[in-house]
């Protein structure tokens, strides 16, 4: 276990272990003493900071980075005043990479001017073979490159670079690999993202995530139970399952558990109040999961169920493998058994092929679910993806129109159903001191809508019963009961 683990008594003069681990500990062991002679040099800790462009996978993932770091010795700060930055990139839409590639120009003259400055770059887009090409070619100056699969390596990495002058780039095509019990620093005391699996087997056909992520693996879930456990004993009290595909969970274990049997155990552990979880895929969620959820006293009546289209033509191009009429049963059987749950979705528009009346599909599902928000992206063609290739790509000021309408469509509709709780008193978690007004706090309802009210930071972490006097849009303004 880490906090177990003294770098101090680690012999770095030895040759470093190959099992896992213990060998990523050797390495920060010895980028600390490179640390600890930066600090006699400069009189002060060399500064860092983690960047992430992405997802909740991804946001998990720089917190791992950032737990290593901080076991090396390195301080946070701002990226301005950091002697190492470290973007964690996105790639599954086209902008996503195009705002790495105008922030790394950003940071150049900050690296000419710091002699010290490492610059990092890891996550999705590096997965892609022409984005470390042109790394490579026009992009010097960027000292590590790492993937998607061998995040665990980073300490491996740090002093690989420390040691040497050159650009190091280390990335893995795929792995079954999963590195337990390393180091990792929570953004909150009270709420943490958990993975339990690893990848994605769908091959939506505009989705870059198979390629870059890998094939699907499940963690163990005792390993799972164990980490929960441990956060529980550290205060923390609401968690986030992640995975590309929850409702696929542990069918590649060596004994198979179903997700809604994971659930369960969640559920045992004391300390654990609230249960979220994303993505889930709407072609896996079983009726067992229907029913646990129904059931549950911490499971969040909450589900974030990705739509994409609502035209059943457009669904089988995308291969969804549901049909609308499918999605829209789903949404009846889970609505019957869980009353008051929150749906939210995903919805990509301008497809290949999209029709007006495949668009009219689309607001259809959406008026008949009334989804309680929605992300609405415009579709991004992405190299390597069989939608890519597709005929008919659409016009971009048609998508825009649709875009559009989608939106106006999405937000009258979520003001609606978010206006319903007013009036009513619900538990709120508390997370944060609120942005526009340091005399409120902002919290989190259990359908994950927020509240602002009056009261102080000793609230954060706390759950208060709050009235939700008044629905603004997609939020609301308490007062504490
Ligand atoms: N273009 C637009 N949106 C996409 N998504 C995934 N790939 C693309 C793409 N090529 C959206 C999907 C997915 C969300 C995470 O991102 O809606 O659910
Ligand atoms: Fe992409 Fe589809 Fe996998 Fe989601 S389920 S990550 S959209 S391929």
Redesign the pocket.
Known sequence: MYNEIDLDKIDIAAEPPTEEPARQYYFMAKCREWVKSFEQENGRLPKSCVLNFG?QMNARDSEKLRGILREIGYEEASEEQADFVIFNTCT??ENANTRVYGRLGQLKPQKKKNPHMMIGLCGCMMQEPEVVEKLKKSYRFVDIIFGTHNIFKFAELVATRLESDRMVIDIWKDTDQIVEDLPNERKYTFKSGINIMFGCNNF?S????PYVRGRERSRDPRAIVREIERLAADGVSEVMLLGQNVNSYGKTLDTPLTFAQLLQEIEKIEGIRRIRFM?SHPKDLSDELIRVMADSKKICKHLHL?V?SGSTDILTKMNRRYTKEQYLNLVDKLRRAVPDISLTT???VGFPGETEEDFEETLDVVRKVRYDSA?T??????TG?P?AVMEDQIPEDVIKNRFDKLLKEVQAIAAETCAIHEGTVQEVLVEDICDHDPTMVTGRLSNNLLVHFHGGKELIGKYVDVELSECRGFYYIGARR
Do not use: G, L, W
Request: proline share 4%; net charge positive.
């Open positions: 997802c599954v839409r939506c505009y989705c870059i995530v993505t990705p994409q995903d919805i990509i992300f992206f415009i579709y991004s063609k992405r993806t939608a």
